[in-house]
């Protein structure tokens, strides 16, 4: 059984599953895997026939914090707004710097199959008064939630710190303000010019009404508060807030003994690491979640975040590795396996679950996108190197029939992501130049027994009854030949490399076989053997 589907078995009664994100910044692909976690929990709750909502908050009254993502003459006045009132900073027409984020965001969710019942706006939630009441709360029992914080988090506040701030009525600015005093329906509030580094206030004070859009809980009251206006029941936490003492525990105390609400079911996940750094503050090239989509399509990049438990941190490493290969590779064993056909190597339990919940569309037909026919990732980027390959036509012979529309659209979603894959990420070894006469220097270069072992596989190949147009089929021959002639695999690759490409290393050498015409496989098996030796 699947980890969603284990959770989903676990509860009981209408389900709402919320999560929500600070819209600031590029999206980087480590910080996918919170919303499609959260996507395939909705999707198994739906699937044990749970009444489930999905919610996404747009945390947009947070305060602009970085300097960097602002155009220069802009930085002295919107530092320290709320980023709902920041204009749009790339001219592109959003109402704010805050929809403009978001909205390549909730496009990349759509992308990614996730739609969200509904995407509340902070900026929109607070003025209607709908927080008033978590406001006053938390104001009359500010002692209280100072001693959580110095309980849960070990973070002694001074004894006139008051857990909300306010949009100062003079400059706008929320993260310059801090709250002192409170009389029931007012609030003292200062705008300091030396609150926080990143800006700067305006020196202004005063009384004033908390309520209707002037005041903001803080980033753990507003969390605590969201579960209990919303009604929410699951909530997943990446592990960086999920920490002893972190914004979690606080958050949990928090709706426990100031709001009386048990918090939400959390589902801790870990990482995605990049070459061993976290992916979701990694600035590096193609870690920007619309980098990687170029190349990685969105089922499989479902199937990347959705095949580990989430309390398993996903190591992934795409510059110069074969990791997005073997990613289509992976994603294709799970779709044969869940189509009943036989896979190599042990297939995870749970294997069905995963293949259906990678899938982009929740409705389909699962046994039928099972059993459509993939072309191997590998394959497609070497066919593609290939001078004058027809490649859609390989396909279709490979598959022995047409294929449908269906897999057409694979097809040409996956020669895509193969194209994108050889401009950015691949391994030098996948970039290949097949030579058109035989590469006599490294030819001569072999040993005799490499040269008898092209010859013998030359010779496998033309006994052999059907034609070879499968990598997997070439690999099999090129292992079972090198055995018979007791010759180590790595020298037996190694020929062939020679042989066709010139050079000691390539791409697995079975799929590059099958991608050449058959008779010039022969011709060239054949000349390598019969060559002259290098003249010592
Ligand atoms: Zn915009
Ligand atoms: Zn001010």
Same mark, same amino acid.
């Given at each position: 059984m699947d980890w969603a589907d284990e959770l989903a078995a676990s509860v009981s009664g209408p389900q709402v599953v919320n999560d929500s994100k600070t819209p600031s910044g590029t999206v980087h692909v480590g910080s996918l895997r919170g919303p499609v976690i959260l996507d395939v929990i909705v999707r198994a709750l739906r699937r044990a026939g749970v009444e489930t909502t999905l919610l996404y908050g747009i945390d947009d009254m947070d305060p602009m914090d970085a300097q960097a993502l602002l155009t220069p003459d802009a930085v002295d006045h919107e530092m320290g707004r709320p980023l709902a009132h920041v204009p749009d900073q790339s001219g592109d027409g959003h109402a704010s710097y805050a929809r403009h984020h978001a909205r390549t965001f909730i496009d990349i969710f759509d992308g990614l199959g996730i739609h969200p019942d509904r995407y509340y706006w902070m900026s929109d939630i607070y003025p209607t008064g709908e927080m008033d009441s978590f406001i006053r709360t938390a104001l009359d029992r500010a002692a @209280?939630? +100072? %001693? &959580?914080? +110095?309980?849960? #988090?070990?973070?002694?506040? *001074?004894d006139n710190w008051h857990p909300i701030q306010i949009v100062c009525p003079s400059c706008g600015r929320i993260g310059t303000t801090i709250v002192t005093r409170w009389d029931g329906e007012r609030v003292f509030f200062e705008c300091r010019e030396q609150l926080v580094t990143w800006a700067r206030g305006c020196g202004t004070s005063g009384w004033i009404s908390p309520f209707r859009g002037t005041g903001k809980l803080g980033w753990n009251l507003e969390w605590a508060a969201q579960w209990s $206006?919303? !009604?929410?029941? &699951?909530? *997943?936490? !990446?592990? %960086? $807030?999920?920490?002893? !003492? !972190?914004? +979690? @525990?606080? #958050? %949990?105390a928090i709706a426990r003994e100031i709001f009386d609400r048990e918090p939400p079911l959390n589902v801790p996940y870990e990482f995605l690491n990049i070459g061993g750094k976290k992916m979701s503050t990694s600035k590096g090239r193609g870690a920007a979640a619309h980098e990687i989509a170029d190349v990685v399509p969105p089922e499989q990049l479902r199937f990347m975040f959705i095949r580990p438990r989430p309390n398993q941190v996903i190591e992934f490493e795409p510059e110069g590795t074969d990791a997005i290969p073997r990613l289509f590779d992976e994603f294709d064993r799970f779709a044969a396996a869940t189509a009943g056909k036989e896979v190599r190597g042990e297939i995870a339990p749970g294997f069905e679950a995963t293949f259906a919940y990678s899938l982009l569309d929740s409705d389909a037909d699962v046994a039928a996108e099972a059993a459509a026919f993939r072309p191997a990732f590998s394959h497609l980027a070497l066919l593609l190197q290939i001078p004058n390959v027809d490649v859609a036509a390989r396909v279709a012979a490979e598959k022995g029939s047409p294929l449908t529309e269906r897999e057409a659209a694979t097809f040409d979603e996956r020669v895509g992501a193969a194209r994108a894959w050889l401009e950015t990420y691949a391994p030098e070894r996948a970039i290949v130049a097949v030579r058109d006469t035989p590469p006599l220097e490294a030819i001569a270069a072999l040993e005799d027994d490499q040269r008898r072992y092209l010859g013998a596989l030359g010779d496998a190949a033309a006994s052999a009854e059907a034609p070879r147009s499968s990598g997997e089929a070439w690999q099999d021959l090129i292992f079972a030949v090198a055995a018979e002639a007791g010759l180590p695999n790595g020298r037996a690759f190694a020929a062939l490399y020679a042989a066709f490409l010139g050079r000691t290393n390539g791409p697995r050498a079975g799929w590059l076989l099958a991608s050449l015409d058959p008779s010039f496989v022969g011709e060239r098996l054949r000349a390598a053997a019969a060559a002259p030796q290098v003249p010592a």
């Open positions: @209280d939630v +100072r %001693d &959580i914080y +110095r309980r849960v #988090a070990n973070v002694q506040h *001074p $206006l919303f !009604g929410v029941t &699951i909530e *997943p936490c !990446g592990k %960086d $807030l999920s920490t002893a !003492g !972190g914004s +979690r @525990d606080r #958050a %949990d």
